[in-house]
């Protein structure tokens, strides 16, 4: 009962406290809208969860499917390159002619501070 009580005041400390990042999304049809996205949440599943235009995680967020590709700023891209650099497996997803300079797969993005302030367009489907 206790640990019951605790895991709520913790989840619900956690919503209320949780930091968060401002970002704006857009598509060609839609937005651009700003959100304030909490750290640490995977980019392709809050787009998702979101509702957001033009988005699926067919494959569950394993790097196979392609269907969460987003494109980034190019400064934001060139940060990610160090500190959330492009595996084999993305890359290998990615090789397609929708991919732009800046593309990344969203459900291989977890959200920092180095969002903050980002515009990401999620491409046409
Ligand atoms: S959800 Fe399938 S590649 Fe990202």
Same mark, same amino acid.
């Given at each position: 009962?206790?640990?019951?009580?605790?895991?709520?005041?913790?989840?619900?400390?956690?919503?209320?406290?949780?930091?968060?990042?401002?970002?704006?999304?857009?598509?060609?049809?839609?937005?651009? %809208? #700003?959100?304030?996205?909490?750290?640490?949440?995977?980019?392709?599943?809050?787009?998702?969860?979101?509702?957001?235009?033009? /988005? =699926?995680?067919?494959?569950?967020?394993?790097?196979?499917?392609?269907?969460?590709?987003?494109?980034?700023?190019?400064?934001?891209?060139?940060?990610?390159?160090?500190?959330?650099?492009? %595996? #084999?497996?993305?890359?290998?997803?990615?090789?397609?002619?929708?991919?732009?300079?800046?593309?990344?797969?969203?459900?291989? /993005? =977890?959200?920092?501070?180095?969002?903050?302030?980002?515009?990401?367009?999620?491409?046409?489907?």
């Amino acid at each position: 009962m206790l640990s019951t009580i605790s895991n709520a005041l913790s989840n619900t400390f956690t919503a209320r406290f949780a930091s968060t990042v401002a970002i704006t999304f857009k598509s060609n049809n839609w937005g651009p %809208t #700003e959100f304030n996205v909490p750290e640490g949440e995977v980019l392709a599943k809050y787009v998702l969860d979101q509702s957001m235009p033009n /988005l =699926k995680m067919s494959c569950g967020g394993d790097a196979i499917c392609g269907r969460c590709r987003l494109n980034l700023e190019e400064e934001l891209f060139n940060k990610l390159k160090e500190s959330q650099p492009i %595996t #084999e497996d993305e890359d290998d997803t990615l090789d397609s002619d929708e991919r732009t300079p800046t593309t990344r797969l969203g459900c291989q /993005l =977890k959200v920092t501070k180095e969002f903050e302030g980002a515009t990401i367009t999620i491409p046409s489907e």
